[in-house]
């Protein structure tokens, strides 16, 4: 771990750019964010073969590394017929099956993955072999293993790029043990007009995407105002980054993945707005080019 980097304390100023001490002590760590190299190289294999998957990403707020892989579900229909088992619900069967898809343990080359965004508006549904994606990426694919009763990535892709990134042998070094419960999730994702970076996930929106109470984030301090976090959130997706969070996150990007975004004259309209998980409720989202 670099010096005078630590495990942070909870939760974190929703202004990054802002006069606090907190805000401050986090700008001094700019220099630090970085993507990992091994998943800087993931990312060129999949622009080099013109690939269209979408990368489930993670920061590490302890030396402030941000990890993106190629994401790829596998159904609970295709873990019964190939594994003999299907994850029900939030047991063992779950993590059981987490573990054998991050450690690739004897995985069949006929098991069928299935690639999509993890968003309400996606970019279309594929359906590849093992075979063919390993020839790609290799260990590089994050295979992720769908819920029975509640089938799809939503919640369920970032707790398993966590165990991704545990066991694969080309990163290094490892984060902290309990680095998950600092980390901060987005996700790249891409449609006919091109790549865009999304900024939801359960991870910032409740400590280790453990969210014990839902009207209230226990990663990013309240807002400010009495009563606009709930007014706010009846409107926008609570899991999203805050905007200044959200905006350095595109920077370090574009930096590293050699991408480029449009820069506004009015830094309001930085972000472009989709829907979420519901027709009432929208996430920002940023387009690389």
């Given at each position: 771990?670099?010096?005078?980097?630590?495990?942070?304390?909870?939760?974190?100023?929703?202004?990054?750019?802002?006069?606090?001490?907190?805000?401050?002590?986090?700008?001094?760590?700019?220099?630090?964010?970085?993507?990992d190299p091994y998943c800087?190289?993931?990312?060129?294999?999949?622009?080099?073969?013109?690939?269209?998957?979408?990368?489930?990403?993670?920061?590490?707020?302890?030396?402030?590394?941000?990890?993106?892989?190629?994401?790829?579900?596998?159904?609970?229909?295709?873990?019964?017929?190939?594994?003999?088992?299907?994850?029900?619900?939030?047991?063992?069967?779950?993590?059981?099956?987490?573990?054998?898809?991050?450690?690739?343990?004897?995985?069949?080359?006929?098991?069928?993955?299935?690639?999509?965004?993890?968003?309400?508006?996606?970019?279309?549904?594929?359906?590849?072999?093992?075979?063919?994606?390993?020839?790609?990426?290799?260990?590089?694919?994050?295979?992720?293993?769908?819920?029975?009763?509640?089938?799809?990535?939503?919640?369920?892709?970032?707790?398993?790029?966590?165990?991704?990134?545990?066991?694969?042998?080309?990163?290094?070094?490892?984060?902290?043990?309990?680095?998950?419960?600092?980390?901060?999730?987005?996700?790249?994702?891409?449609?006919?007009?091109?790549?865009?970076?999304?900024?939801?996930?359960?991870?910032?929106?409740?400590?280790?995407?453990?969210?014990?109470?839902?009207?209230?984030s226990t990663v990013f301090?309240?807002?400010?105002?009495?009563?606009?976090?709930?007014?706010?959130?009846?409107?926008?997706?609570?899991?999203?980054?805050?905007?200044?969070?959200?905006?350095?996150l595109v920077e370090v990007?574009?930096?590293?993945?050699?991408?480029?975004?449009?820069?506004?004259?009015?830094?309001?309209?930085?972000?472009?707005?989709?829907?979420?998980?519901?027709?009432?409720?929208?996430?920002?989202?940023?387009?690389?080019?």
């Amino acid at each position: 771990m670099p010096p005078g980097v630590g495990p942070r304390s909870q939760p974190l100023p929703r202004k990054l750019l802002g006069n606090t001490a907190e805000a401050q002590a986090l700008q001094a760590q700019f220099g630090l964010w970085k993507v990992d190299p091994y998943c800087q190289a993931l990312w060129v294999t999949n622009r080099y073969r013109r690939r269209r998957d979408t990368f489930i990403g993670l920061m590490d707020t302890d030396t402030w590394t941000l990890y993106l892989a190629p994401c790829f579900g596998v159904t609970a229909d295709e873990c019964e017929r190939c594994f003999g088992k299907s994850a029900t619900n939030k047991d063992g069967t779950l993590l059981e099956l987490r573990v054998r898809l991050a450690t690739f343990d004897r995985l069949p080359d006929h098991l069928e993955i299935v690639a999509s965004s993890p968003a309400i508006e996606d970019d279309g549904t594929r359906q590849y072999r093992w075979s063919e994606v390993k020839g790609v990426y290799g260990k590089g694919a994050c295979l992720v293993p769908f819920y029975r009763a509640k089938p799809g990535f939503d919640g369920n892709s970032h707790p398993t790029l966590g165990l991704w990134i545990k066991h694969s042998d080309d990163i290094a070094p490892k984060p902290a043990q309990d680095w998950l419960f600092r980390a901060l999730g987005f996700a790249i994702q891409l449609d006919n007009l091109g790549y865009y970076v999304r900024f939801g996930s359960g991870f910032n929106h409740g400590a280790g995407s453990q969210v014990s109470d839902p009207g209230k984030s226990t990663v990013f301090a309240r807002r400010s105002i009495k009563g606009q976090l709930d007014e706010l959130d009846k409107k926008r997706d609570p899991r999203d980054l805050p905007k200044q969070w959200a905006q350095k996150l595109v920077e370090v990007l574009a930096r590293d993945l050699h991408m480029s975004y449009f820069q506004p004259e009015n830094d309001k309209d930085f972000f472009d707005i989709m829907l979420a998980r519901g027709d009432n409720q929208t996430t920002k989202f940023k387009r690389l080019t």
